[in-house]
């Protein structure tokens, strides 16, 4: 069996490169929290995220749409009626208090983004970056293909290093 999602997250010595091993539906309990890393880049480590438990699933998005904005390549996120309604309180509680939370989009437990929510949103997800088309695309086909449990809340983030 797996170690308490709490442990996992805590003890440094658990790494991303070990929690990466683990089977997929070992991270998919979509009622229970669960830790999930992000993937490194060439200027960060990877990240090690604690997940409260799924807000939102893939059936909640209705559409999900690559974007060419002035300001780069970005994604739309559409979401069902039921989703809609859940991505407004999500973002309601994320945005509640001081610091604004995290809400990460996770795909076979990996966090493929995570964006700090600001402000209450009663529309489409709209994420942007600094993407090209290539990671636009490649993000949109994860979160669209529906192996999901998708957006959680953050409840804390440690850089791994």
């Not at 739309?76 to 407004?88: A, I, P, S």
């Not at 076979?108 to 929510?117: G, M, Q, S, W, Y």
Request: proline content about 5%.
């Amino acid at each position: 069996t797996l170690l308490p999602a709490e442990i996992q997250y805590r003890v440094p010595t658990i790494s991303c490169d070990q929690l990466d091993q683990r089977p997929v539906a070992a991270a998919q309990d979509e009622q229970s929290v669960a830790v999930a890393c992000g993937r490194p880049s060439a200027t960060a480590p990877a990240e090690k995220y604690l997940l409260d438990s799924a807000a939102l699933v893939g059936e909640d998005i209705a559409e999900v749409a690559v974007t060419n904005e002035a300001s780069g390549w970005g994604i739309v996120l559409t979401f069902t009626e039921t989703g809609q309604r859940k991505w407004t309180e999500l973002t309601t509680v994320a945005s509640a208090g001081e610091a604004p939370r995290q809400v990460a989009i996770v795909a076979d437990h990996t966090v493929i983004l995570a964006p700090e929510i600001q402000a209450v949103i009663v529309g489409d997800a709209e994420l942007s970056g600094a993407f090209t088309k290539d990671e636009a695309d490649l993000m949109a086909a994860r979160i669209g293909s529906g192996v999901l449990p998708i957006t959680l809340v953050v409840r804390a983030v440690e850089h791994s290093g």
